[in-house]
């Protein structure tokens, strides 16, 4: 069964640096979608992306934050000179159609030290 | 904006018993899609069930059903014969075309045995 894919599924990094999570979304899936979840919180939306351009993010997407799909298969978060607060599971997820369920990836537990 | 809420943070049910989940939520648009996932200790995002705004009829998914009553914005679900493996949180979701889906805050579902 196809599924999403993301990695790493943990990673520390130092407060400051700048650091990439990975997904690879459904092979015939067209949308595709960063959600973070602090733990023991609410799952939040950052950003959904479509036709290769984001079509809507959030209020916590900031310009801390990028996306890209630099190849066609990939679909990366990109967040720079990351802060204590940035520490949270990350979630990728991906749907056929934009109203469509969307299938969700593992996760990558971020902690920023 | 599109808000969901969820009025339970935790609930407990015995094995083989039914339990009902409450979820609102708040929109002005007329079609949309609701959802509810399945988090486990495993953190994975588990699609339970979905329901389409333009189908009056309850969706239903073996033991899972919802009650959708689209003028009170109101989407319940209802679990029933209760298994040990249900125990998860359980977060309501709303979907709008080519958009974010948000999530309520969740509830923390414990089945004992």
């Known amino acids: 069964e196809p599924e999403v894919t993301q990695t790493p599924s943990h990673q520390v990094t130092q407060m400051g640096q700048e650091v990439i999570l990975r997904c690879v979304p459904i092979?015939?899936?067209?949308?595709f979608y960063w959600y973070r979840q602090i733990l023991g919180q609410k799952v939040e939306f950052l950003v959904s992306?479509?036709?290769?351009?984001?079509?809507?993010k959030s209020e916590i997407f900031d310009d801390q934050f990028s996306v890209e799909r630099p190849d066609g298969s990939n679909f990366t978060l990109k967040i720079r000179s990351t802060k204590l607060e940035d520490s949270a599971m990350y979630f990728c997820?991906?749907?056929?159609?934009?109203?469509?369920?969307?299938?969700f990836g593992q996760g990558t537990r971020l902690t920023v030290v | 904006a599109q808000t969901v809420t969820q009025s339970q943070p935790e609930m407990s049910v015995q094995e083989a018993e039914t339990v009902t989940l409450s979820c609102t939520y708040d929109?002005?648009?007329?079609?949309?899609?609701l959802f509810w996932y399945k988090q486990p200790p495993s953190r994975q995002m588990i699609l339970v069930i979905r329901?389409?705004?333009?189908?009056?009829q309850n969706a239903t998914e073996n033991r899972f059903s919802v009650n959708f009553q689209k003028a009170a914005k109101s989407f319940s679900l209802k679990i029933s014969d209760s298994q040990l493996g249900d125990t998860a949180m359980y977060f309501c979701?709303?979907?709008?075309?080519?958009?974010?889906?948000?999530f309520g805050a969740g509830t923390r579902l414990t089945v004992k045995p």
């Open positions: 997820a991906s749907s056929e159609a934009g109203v469509t369920e969307a299938f």
């Open positions: 092979s015939n899936h067209l949308y």
């Open positions: 992306f479509y036709n290769n351009e984001i079509s809507e």
């Open positions: 929109t002005s648009e007329n079609n949309y899609y």
């Open positions: 329901q389409e705004a333009y189908k009056q």
């Open positions: 979701a709303f979907h709008r075309n080519n958009n974010d889906m948000r």
